[in-house]
């Protein structure tokens, strides 16, 4: 919509109020709707190129230089700075990065206005989709060895985007129905984007009483019902409903507001599920293993029995790169045995570690509730330890890169603890603050917000075996 359609030849986003400079930038974005599609175009293109182009090509050989080399310059772009930073970003605006920049979101909604435009089956509503994708892919990714080949970051992230135009030519109409319900990272991004300290905002009062700007309806591509919209969860930060009936903004928000305060409605056992096993164990257990000594203790001892009882077929390493990762000109062959050795120890982690968080908090909830019992409410106090963990996690990779590239970075070690301390100290602070909302005393939200604390000391610990203690 531009500014000549308004009949009183007042801007058609005006609102009834003068709106914040926040505010400006949400309308700002809807303005300028033509300007982030060619972004997205653009994204598009770099996203291509570095995926197809180091695919095609030969393997860096093993002394390439960093910048000497378009393979090592695309794995550090994609791993080193592309998706730790997309993860800060979730923190910082919320998810900006999905609603403006996202390659795979945008081929998604453009497929979607050629496709077939299906109603959305009840298959695909399931909302355990987010938790479910994110593990395979984490999984899948380890035994491909998606950091450090580009075939295996093509298959994955290249499957990833097919998917996404295949659901977006079968379902929806110029929506994003594949980043609504199947996005291997979506539950990660509206996990942290909770935490951001701004969000679009909707005033129910004031969107019946179309208070100013436009009414004519949104494409809102995620699906959001943007006049009941109070947190950044599940909403893109496109901008396209800023100013919508004078009820919605861009505003500034505490960053623990919406697990603290809107939590009791919001969380679903699936994120609950998501922020413990997944991020929390899963995700430790998938940057574990290469640095673990239980790992190799565990495969020798296998190996050994294997040996023993006639499993020497397990051994073999005649797997295709595609199942698991098959580089023999670098020394990197996977045996059966690897490849199932890594989806026990990934996912034992994920459990042990998500069993032992659930439990800490069905007791604290138990604490402070009854029936039904805050657990999922409470397990979103994880949330920046978790996130923590996982940038952690990816810029271990950023850092390796660098100093193989002859970088010296002395202030690592320090940083991460800092980081790791910080996190921490915010999940206490959550801790506390969903605490504090079921009235159930002092003694109580103490209690919770200890055991808490003592989830927060057992993830701290367990990164603190891969950076510190190994
Ligand atoms: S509610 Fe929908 S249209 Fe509005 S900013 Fe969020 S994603 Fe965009």
């Not at 949400?26 to 982030?36: M, S």
């Not at 309806?217 to 995620?222: D, K, L």
């Not at 109070?230 to 930060?237: E, I, L, S, Y």
């Not at 602070?429 to 002092?442: E, P, Q, V």
Request: aromatic share 10%.
């Amino acid at each position: 919509m531009n500014a000549a359609a308004c009949p009183t030849g007042a801007s058609p986003l005006a609102t009834a109020v003068p709106a914040s400079r926040l505010a400006r930038i949400g309308l700002a974005l809807r303005r300028h709707g033509r300007t982030i599609r060619m972004i997205q175009w653009a994204v598009v293109f770099v996203y291509l190129a570095l995926l197809l182009i180091p695919a095609a090509l030969p393997l860096p050989p093993e002394d390439a230089r960093l910048f000497g080399h378009l393979g090592t310059i695309a794995q550090f772009v994609f791993w080193g700075i592309w998706w730790p930073f997309v993860l800060i970003s979730m923190v910082l605006f919320g998810r900006v990065w999905c609603g403006v920049f996202c390659p795979e979101g945008a081929l998604a909604e453009q497929a979607s206005r050629v496709g077939l435009g299906r109603g959305i089956p009840r298959w695909l509503r399931w909302q355990g989709w987010p938790f479910v994708a994110f593990v395979l892919t984490t999984v899948y990714g380890q035994l491909v060895s998606v950091y450090q080949y580009p075939l295996a970051a093509a298959l994955v992230l290249g499957g990833s985007t097919v998917a996404a135009i295949a659901i977006g030519l079968l379902y929806g109409r110029n929506k994003r129905v594949w980043c609504r319900h199947l996005c291997p990272v979506s539950g990660v991004f509206s996990l942290l984007a909770r935490l951001a300290p701004v969000h679009y905002r909707s005033d129910p009062e004031r969107w019946t009483a179309k208070a100013g700007g436009p009414v004519q309806p949104v494409n809102c591509a995620p699906l959001l019902d943007i006049r009941r919209l109070h947190g950044a969860a599940q909403c893109h930060a496109c901008g396209r409903c800023a100013g919508q009936r004078g009820a919605v903004e861009l505003t500034a928000r505490a960053p623990s507001e919406e697990i603290v305060r809107h939590g009791a409605q919001d969380a679903t056992r699936w994120d609950l599920r998501l922020v413990l096993y997944g991020l929390c164990g899963v995700a430790m257990g998938a940057f574990h293993w290469t640095a673990s000594p239980w790992f190799i203790d565990a495969k020798q001892a296998v190996a050994m029995w294997l040996l023993d009882h006639g499993g020497e077929r397990l051994l073999d390493t005649d797997a295709p790169w595609w199942l698991l990762t098959h580089q023999p000109e670098r020394h990197d062959v996977f045996s059966w045995l690897d490849g199932l050795m890594i989806i026990a120890y990934i996912g034992a982690t994920g459990l042990v570690v998500g069993a032992v968080l659930h439990l800490l908090c069905a007791i604290g909830a138990r604490l402070l509730a009854q029936r039904p019992a805050p657990t999922a409410h409470l397990s979103l106090a994880f949330v920046p330890l978790a996130g923590a963990g996982v940038f952690l996690g990816l810029s271990a990779l950023t850092v390796s890169l660098l100093r193989g590239d002859g970088f010296v970075l002395p202030w690592v070690g320090p940083l991460r603890e800092l980081l790791l301390a910080a996190a921490a100290l915010w999940t206490l602070r959550l801790g506390w603050g969903i605490s504090g909302r079921y009235g159930a005393g002092l003694h109580r939200r103490l209690g919770a917000t200890l055991l808490v604390a003592a989830g927060a000391g057992f993830v701290v610990w367990g990164w603190a075996l891969l950076f510190w203690l190994w």
